[in-house]
């Protein structure tokens, strides 16, 4: 269900200020809170750094990407990667509620 939300938000949302603050507001909540224990699953130090900075690399990838589709008009492409970054970092925060 929430995934055909995030399709018809790419389909409500313009480009704007407001999608650039949904975008930066999830991209700092998903390098603040990555990685997620679970019960099955609880990591140890290393592991937490090492997923900590593959979020960073996968965050400065997508942050790069939209910038510059952003600039070439490519909005659909834009929307697309902040719809899923948020769908992300809103599945994360339930995560983290579920979890404790």
């Known amino acids: 269900m929430l995934i055909f ?6 389909k409500i949302l313009e480009v704007g200020i407001a ?8 991209v700092v909540f998903l390098l603040k809170n990555s990685p ?14 090492t997923n ?3 979020v960073l690399v996968v965050q400065l990838i997508a942050s790069i990407g939209v910038v510059f589709l952003w600039k070439l008009n490519f909005d659909c492409y834009v929307k ?3 719809v899923a970054n948020f769908l992300a970092a809103l599945f994360q925060g339930i ?4 979890n404790k």
């Open 5 to 10: 939300g995030g399709v018809k938000l790419i």
């Open 19 to 26: 999608m650039g603050i949904v975008f930066l507001s999830s």
């Open 36 to 49: 997620v224990d679970s019960e099955n699953r609880r990591l140890d130090v290393d592991e937490k750094n």
């Open 52 to 54: 900590k900075k593959r």
């Open 80 to 82: 697309s990667i902040v």
């Open 95 to 98: 995560g983290i509620i579920v």
